[in-house]
């Protein structure tokens, strides 16, 4: 179809056949998607972009733009026709799915508001809205770019559902494995001359890059963990009552959050020892443990020694992306112990119920113990 073709069409609008009629609801649909979020106010919005575009049509600098999208469009017919489903998003082929919430997988949000999906499947680039290349994506890993220029602080969110882990590696070098759900909120470049902060929500792994000059900052909800490079695990899900800060390595200050910073008045950790913060009574307490009970995770483990199973049962909710329901409240406070590597969640339950007589049953994604 040429140019002349195209402008009768918009010319009989009113008097165009089905296939005319498709061709052209699918041009107007393709240049309303450059629509900045891709939303519309409400349905009169809608019909009012699509008069815009037919004002417009005449202006013939805006007539070859048109053309250039509608090749693109033709594509996309012919990818669609295949099962195929791309868009074309911040000078990327994605899914399509990177515009579209979904709360089943790994997202980052970015700093003017707009959500990317992470596809696990693939290797992608992680953009802004300038074209500055922020960072590489492959697999379950996201490596953030140490030379990107930001005189600012500029922060990006992600967030990682139950069922799921994901790996961060920070501009400063530093690593940081997500367990299932979890979100950090992290600056995309750390600025000279200000502190390395990041906001956690969840349970994270972080092995810091030693800056001395430049203390790293985990902000965990009702405490801050400050330190200057480190090996550390924090746990800090909204929905338990108590945060715990174990350390592998190094040493690192705990203190309240929004206090200013003093030595002396925080609580120092010694690798080998947990600090559990009580969120009702606000108290902190110190002592010795297993550490390999708190990272297992990271390997896809999970170990329980003395455990409650109220306890027990949220790890495995996040662990497994399941919804478990129990009925039995007399077991909430029993303590148990076990691990669990490989296993299904079904597997999982055949073995506490071998174990422990626990009598349950499965509906779908559901798990009712009775």
Not at 17 to 33: G, H, I, M, Q, V
Not at 288 to 302: C, L, V
Not at 318 to 331: E, G, K, M, P, Q
């Amino acid at each position: 179809m040429n140019q002349l073709d195209f402008k009768k069409l918009f010319a009989k609008q009113n008097n165009l056949s089905d296939k005319e009629k498709e061709l052209l609801n699918l041009f107007e649909n393709t240049l309303l998607s450059r629509n900045k979020h891709n939303v519309f106010k409400d349905e009169a919005h809608k019909i009012q972009m699509k008069q815009s575009i037919h004002r417009n049509v005449n202006d013939r600098k805006k007539v070859k733009e048109y053309f250039n999208w509608l090749n693109i469009a033709a594509s996309l017919t012919l990818l669609i026709s295949l099962g195929i489903g791309f868009t074309y998003y911040n000078g990327n082929l994605l899914d399509e799915s990177n515009l579209v919430s979904d709360t089943e997988s790994i997202a980052i949000q970015l700093e003017d508001g707009n959500t990317q999906i992470i596809n696990e499947n693939r290797t992608s680039q992680l953009i802004d809205k300038n074209g500055n290349v922020l960072g590489q994506q492959s697999g379950n890993q996201l490596v953030y770019n140490s030379d990107v220029k930001n005189d600012v602080l500029v922060y990006n969110t992600l967030t990682v559902p139950y069922g799921k882990q994901f790996e961060l590696q920070l501009s400063d070098g530093t690593n940081v494995h997500l367990n299932a759900g979890t979100s950090l909120k992290y600056p995309v470049k750390f600025v000279k001359g200000k502190n390395r902060e990041v906001f956690l929500n969840g349970e994270a792994f972080f092995n810091v890059a030693k800056e001395v000059n430049h203390p790293f900052i985990v902000n965990a909800n009702e405490i801050d963990v400050r330190v200057l490079g480190t090996q550390f695990n924090i746990s800090s899900y909204p929905e338990d009552n108590h945060i715990s800060t174990v350390l592998i390595e190094g040493a690192v200050n705990i203190y309240k959050s929004g206090e200013h910073f003093n030595q002396e008045a925080g609580t120092n950790l010694q690798p080998g020892f947990k600090a559990t913060w009580k969120k009702g009574v606000k108290q902190i307490t110190v002592e010795e443990t297993d550490t390999k009970m708190y990272t297992a995770w990271i390997d896809g483990k999970i170990i329980f020694r003395r455990a409650p199973f109220e306890n027990i049962l949220k790890k495995l909710e996040r662990h497994y992306n399941v919804v478990i329901v129990n009925n039995n409240d007399s077991l909430n406070k029993v303590k148990f112990g076990a691990s669990f590597d490989t296993e299904t969640i079904e597997r999982v339950f055949e073995i506490l119920n071998e174990n422990y007589n626990i009598d349950y049953r499965i509906e779908d994604n559901k798990i009712i113990i009775n």
